[in-house]
């Protein structure tokens, strides 16, 4: 497709978008419900021809020689179809807030004002790797009444397709236009450029991807952008710790998955429980071959366990998002460092404290500035399905319009209503 192709293609897929965002915007909460449960249920009626569209796009990956973590995360697993279907299920039963209108006051001159939520309208989605991104995407999309066009990573477009296929016949079951949600066809890269630029047609654009993807899309698009740069998430173990509790969370914030921007990269160690906790935590990590990245005092702690690997850090690698089994570990002297180095280092994406202080959780919640702030949980657990939202579109590490994981409210907006009863300004 030569580059005058791929912009009358855009604008097609724009001006449908358009044209089906109305639609979408007038459809009533049951008939958006419906949809999602189609969706849900062709999904589960799927699972073997969605693994062989998989299969082909895993072969291509692995004989290109594309990196261990980014060939899992294009795996469509049963376990991964199950858990976006049930994804679609959970968005149909929760509450509709298309139309809903809050804050209604009353005014002196006898109007009353409030804010209806609306759809946003047209969104643009672009994103690499997971083709279970598809389904979290058509599904918030549908839920939330907007229209939307998708932009996979050529490396799953077999995968990507077969899930789409499968959206669009859910909602011709549901009777809404099927191109309510969109794939690009193509792996042309000028299709990226054609979709950040199209204000006419296109409200919003999200980028899901790697560093280079996301900081492109924000330098280039006309229209605005809901993105995150880096998942560089932190665990400080206070001075006050349940070091069993630690343990356990550190574990799992590090090693359940490498490859997830909500996987902690830094360990934070309060100095007067150092010595009891990080050989703890290091043998772990030596079991399952996590790489320590540490300044010299954790270093005299962790390098005496037996199968420790252990490396200097240096002062990137306290900014570092590894997306591997690497880990960057510093002592801190209390809860002032570890709120000022996450502050100074983290990309105010989700950070976690574990403690049994209550003044030190609440200092914490309200002083570290990120998306998610977490007491004595797993920061692994930043994110839509587990938040409760059915899914999500990406997470936001921007302070305007979503913060966070997005769901439905993220892909909406709010307009102000009006109501009088002959009411005239004097």
Known sequence: MNALNVSEYMQTLGLQARQASAAMARADAATRSRALRALAALLRANVDALQQD????????????????????LKLTPKVIATVAEGCEQLATMPDVIGEISGMRQQPSGIRVGQMRVPIGVFGMIYESRPNVTIEAASLSIKSGNACILRGGSEAIDSNKALARLVQQALAEAGLPQDAVQL????????????????????????RGGKGLIERISRDAKVPVIKHLDG???????????????????????????????????????????????????????????????DAGAAALVGPVPGARVAPATEQDWYEEYLAPIISIKLVDGLDE?????????????????TRDHMHAQRFLREVDSASVMVN?????????????????????????????????????????????GELRT
């Open 54 to 73: 998989n299969a082909r796009d895993i072969a291509r990956a692995e004989a290109a020689g594309l990196a261990a973590p980014m060939v899992d995360r």
């Open 184 to 207: 690009v066809q193509t792996t042309d890269r000028e299709a990226v450029g054609q979709l950040i630029t199209m204000p006419q047609y296109v409200d919003v654009v999200i980028p």
């Open 232 to 294: 560089n998430c932190h665990v400080y173990v206070d001075d006050s710790a349940d070091l069993d509790m630690a343990v356990r969370i550190v574990d799992n914030a590090k090693t359940q998955k490498y490859s997830p921007c909500n996987a902690a990269e830094s360990l934070l160690v309060a100095r007067s429980v150092a010595g009891r906790f990080l050989p703890r935590i290091a043998a772990v990590f030596a079991a399952k071959g996590v790489e320590m990245r540490t």
């Open 338 to 354: 570890a709120i000022a180095h996450i502050n100074r280092y983290g990309s105010h994406h989700t950070d976690a404290i574990v």
């Open 377 to 421: 949980t797993s920061p692994r657990f930043a994110d839509g399905f587990e938040y409760g939202l059915g899914a999500e579109i990406g997470i936001s590490t921007d302070k305007f319009h979503a913060r966070g994981p997005v769901g439905i409210e993220g892909l909406t907006s709010l307009k102000w209503v009006v109501l009088g009863n």
